[in-house]
């Protein structure tokens, strides 16, 4: 897949990021940040960045093993222009809400 489409489509995927984590995280909340969200992205340059919300967000390889299970999951292995981010619900709530402005909540 050419990687125009990933920003063509961003919302399909970041809306099938959320369902394929519902399972294991039943409190998850992806949102949507940054160039993509504002409309001013270059797709050979930029990324789609991802913040994945929930309270039961780990440490550094905890993310990195759910990293891998959307890669493999939601993206069957390709290289894709999504960078994840974490949360918790605390902080997000109090800080990432306010900061990444404008953003896209995705509910599932």
Not at 44 to 55: A, E, F, P
Request: charged share 25%; proline share 4%; aromatic share 16%.
């Amino acid at each position: 897949m050419e990687r125009i489409e990933y920003f063509n489509n961003w919302r399909k995927y970041a809306e099938e990021i959320c369902l394929s984590l519902k399972s294991s995280l039943p409190d998850v909340m992806v949102a949507v940040f940054g160039s993509v969200v504002k409309g001013n992205y270059v797709p050979s340059l930029s990324d789609i960045d991802v913040l994945i919300v929930s309270d039961k967000v780990g440490d550094v390889k905890w993310q990195a093993n759910i990293i891998l299970y959307i890669e493999s999951t939601v993206f069957n292995g390709k290289v894709t222009p999504f960078e994840f981010h974490f949360s918790k619900w605390k902080d997000y709530e109090e800080f990432y809400k306010e900061f990444f402005k404008p953003l896209v909540e995705i509910r599932c």
